[in-house]
């Protein structure tokens, strides 16, 4: 690299410089304050840990996503993480050991050696929020109420369409139908790029019966409003487990209209994010002013299971910097600042002090140096007293 491009960053490699860092912090203690008024408890994990923690339950599908060094301490391999999730469930799990329902949230900076989708940075401020150690719809239905609220908090304009699906009607599917883990996973590829014309030839390739071939090829299908769980019903009709599943997925979206009746849903139950460790209803949050997911999540109760204690959980996760860009116009920067002269007068000091207490901007001029120019009001001694006036 050459010394005139030593500034550059690497590609899908992005930092902010002000006002914007500035508006991102403020808006991270926000939401951060929104998770503790909810009953979420903050963690900080570290940047880096040893590969096979990151790379545990939901991890595996990270792997390619992970910056990999040795410890130089050690001589272990480390992973830098690129999803705090395993790290949380590892919390969870062997530091908190928590009996009832555990709430967790986090903010903090993830890596990724290759970009999420072509809008993506690959250094994502990473927020989300789990709930362990329950299995119902209550848990659910919170955390996805957490999500949106956090949507709102953030400022993200336009219509929300929440994105619904369930893991168990696809796994019920691949049981009933016997396909072999290579099977599974090609259908699997084809069925979340919705190539019908490649999943029609490859179903017309298996030895099943009719009525096993006419759902695999309705599955891509089953996407829409309210109307897609009927027809799932009367074309699983044969599936108890997907009938529960269905209402289950029902129930939930039930419930979140309630409460948010002013959010779009969506059913798409080919809609498989995360298949290799879900275990049930799967999430996201989408707008027309971004092509991708905004935050996404579902529940996934075995995630655990790798660190020695499977539990129940739920969840969602989001990128900051991509909500903020979502939302449109940042506020307008702080320009309200007190230029106080140089000096080491006691007075002066203890005003300067006085103001930052009160939440004041202040900048103490340095000798010889000129006067920052987004100073409006300035410190000035009148009849023995510091007093603020406008420049």
């Given at each position: 690299?050459?010394?005139?491009?030593?500034?550059?960053?690497?590609?899908?490699?992005?930092?902010?410089?002000?006002?914007?860092?500035?508006?991102?912090?403020m808006m991270r203690r926000q939401v951060v304050d929104l998770y503790d008024r909810w009953g979420y408890?903050?963690?900080m994990p570290p940047l880096a840990e040893h590969l096979e923690s990151l790379l545990t339950g939901v991890g595996q599908d990270l792997a390619m996503k992970t910056f990999k060094l040795t410890d130089q301490v050690s001589g272990h391999m480390l992973g830098v993480r690129a999803d705090m999730t395993p790290q949380v469930a590892r919390i969870d799990a062997h530091r908190l050991r928590t009996e009832g329902p555990s709430r967790l949230c986090y903010c903090?900076?993830?890596?990724?050696?290759?970009?999420?989708?072509?809008?993506?940075?690959?250094?994502?401020l990473q927020l989300g929020a789990e709930l362990y150690g329950h299995a119902g719809a209550d848990s659910d239905v919170e955390v996805i109420s957490l999500m949106l609220e956090t949507l709102s908090v953030v400022g993200v304009q336009g219509q929300i369409t929440l994105d619904l699906g369930h893991i168990g009607v696809f796994s019920e599917l691949m049981r009933t139908a016997g396909l072999n883990d290579t099977d599974q996973d090609r259908f699997l590829d084809m069925l979340q790029r919705k190539a019908l014309p490649e999943i029609a030839e490859f179903v017309a390739g298996l030895d099943l019966e009719a009525r096993v071939c006419e759902q695999l090829l309705a599955l891509p299908r089953l996407n829409g409003d309210e109307s897609v769980i009927v027809r799932a019903r009367e074309l699983f009709v044969e599936h108890s487990a997907i009938t529960q599943a269905l209402d289950y997925l029902n129930r939930v979206a039930r419930r979140v209209r309630s409460r948010y009746p002013q959010v779009n849903l969506?059913?798409?139950?080919?809609?498989?994010?995360?298949?290799?460790?879900?275990?049930?209803?799967?999430?996201?949050?989408?707008?027309p002013q971004f092509g991708q997911a905004l935050a996404k999540g579902g529940r996934y109760d075995e995630i655990g299971r790798d660190f020695g204690r499977a539990r129940p959980a739920t969840g969602f996760s989001a990128d900051l910097k991509t909500l903020l860009e979502t939302a449109g116009d940042m506020p307008e920067a702080e320009t309200r600042v007190v230029l106080a002269p140089a000096g080491e007068d006691d007075a002066l000091l203890q005003a300067v002090s006085d103001l930052r207490e009160q939440g004041e901007r202040v900048v103490q001029a340095l000798d010889g140096a000129d006067v920052p120019v987004n100073c409006d009001r300035q410190l000035i001694q009148r009849d023995g007293s510091w007093v603020v006036e406008t420049r």
């Open positions: 690299m050459t010394l005139a491009d030593r500034w550059l960053l690497p590609d899908g490699m992005k930092e902010m410089l002000p006002p914007r860092a500035r508006h991102v912090e408890e903050l963690v903090g900076s993830v890596l990724h050696t290759r970009p999420s989708h072509m809008l993506a940075s690959r250094n994502p969506y059913f798409d139950l080919g809609e498989l994010r995360g298949y290799h460790y879900h275990t049930g209803i799967v999430f996201a949050a989408y707008t």
